[in-house]
């Protein structure tokens, strides 16, 4: 880098100064070698440009023509969220449909989007071209002024927000009012539909029964090796061995991963004399017992058993329950013990469920704190 010559001496800087040529503000720009007594202070006032009027200040056809167009774009507007409406009730979920770029797509989806799109761009459509063509252009400039005003300006501002509120022609136009509200209070309507519809149907007593209430041809359900779907003998549980089961028949069910999501079991076959509980050796055959697999905590399943020591295991967070006390908590964040399945033999030998879970499986829920 050199040093700068006089001529380019930053104290005696070019500077752009901007000026205007007449009165009504039109303005150019040139360039002035004054060196640092020209102050910014020195600068003349700019002005605005020369105010053009546009078709609709002067004239009234005009200015309904614009009305219309924005009437129209609120009206589009409002015609797509209904579309919106009918296509998130009229639209299956497993409907699809082919576009040119993306291929097949969810027919719900591409509706729901283009819809409720094509509803926001015409309310901001609407708006920029009221905005345009209908509401004052004229520029306002406020000279500055002490922190507070004076109450002739406050006065003044008061005046002028009127005037604003006056050039907008919503006094004058009460369609444009009511369309924009339409407009807008309508396109209010997909988003809380969304929230309150997407959320799916009331879960009833769905979180507090299993398919081991349901009996399957009149018949209690048998206990099937999961993943395998084998029925499980007495005489298959030797001391010590463990088992993961799911119901008799899940997966014919409507909802298999529903279903099987909740009833979940680990059969584990212990030494009688170590269970503590009356109730649960009641409910078990010889040492053998069935429990949910889910997680009392947030419906892990809980699938690590320890031989040595009988504890289960969750492995998201840790929490341990002891399988010789009714499977009760001994640590961790779960506050419940696991529920116990009542078991029995049917005539051919194999395991069967003696009805449902006294307690509901899996984390509590706002009935069951
Ligand atoms: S889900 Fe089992 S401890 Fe958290």
Redesign the pocket.
């Known amino acids: 880098m050199t040093d700068p010559t006089p001529q380019e001496d930053p104290a005696v800087t070019n500077q752009v100064a901007r000026h205007s040529n007449d009165a009504h503000g039109s303005h150019g720009t040139a360039v002035a070698s004054h060196g640092a007594a020209d102050t910014p202070e020195n600068f003349e006032n700019p002005g605005l440009p020369p105010h053009i009027h546009r078709h609709g200040d002067h004239d009234e056809k005009a200015a309904k023509r614009s009305e219309l167009q924005v009437v129209t774009m609120f009206g589009l507007s409002m015609l797509f969220t209904l579309l919106f409406i009918v296509s998130y009730f009229a639209i299956g979920q497993d409907a699809t449909v082919t576009l040119p770029l993306s291929g097949k797509v969810g027919a719900s989806h591409t509706a729901l989007g283009v819809t409720l799109g094509l509803s926001i761009l015409f309310i901001g459509l609407g708006a920029i071209h009221w905005a345009k063509t209908l509401m004052s252009d004229e520029e306002v400039v406020e000279e500055r002024h002490p922190l507070r005003s004076d109450d002739e300006t406050r006065a003044s501002v008061v005046k002028t927000l009127a005037d604003a509120a006056e050039s907008t022609h919503l006094t004058r136009r009460p369609l444009l009012k009511m369309t924009m509200g339409g407009a807008l209070g309508l396109f209010a309507l997909p988003l809380g539909l969304q929230l309150l519809g997407s959320m799916g149907p009331m879960p009833r007593n769905d979180l507090e029964v299993t398919l081991w209430g349901k009996k399957l041809n009149g018949k209690n359900r048998r206990l099937m090796r999961d993943p395998a779907g084998t029925a499980i003998r007495l005489s298959d549980v030797t001391l010590g061995s463990v088992f993961h089961v799911l119901p008799e028949g899940v997966n014919e069910t409507e909802h298999p991963l529903n279903e099987k999501a909740k009833s979940s079991v680990i059969l584990v076959s212990l030494d009688e004399n170590k269970i503590k509980s009356q109730k649960q050796r009641d409910w078990g055959i010889g040492g053998v017992v069935a429990y949910s697999k889910i997680?009392?905590?947030?419906?892990?399943p809980?699938g690590l058993y320890e031989q040595q020591t009988h504890h289960l295991l969750?492995?998201?967070?840790?929490?341990t329950f002891d399988m010789t006390e009714d499977c009760k908590v001994i640590f961790?964040?779960?506050k419940r013990p696991l529920p116990q399945l009542k078991i029995s033999v049917d005539d051919e030998g194999y395991l069967v469920a003696d009805g449902d879970f006294a307690d509901a499986v899996g984390p509590s829920f706002w009935e069951l704190a």
């Open positions: 997680c009392t905590h947030v419906g892990c809980v969750c492995p998201c967070h840790q929490s961790g964040p779960a």
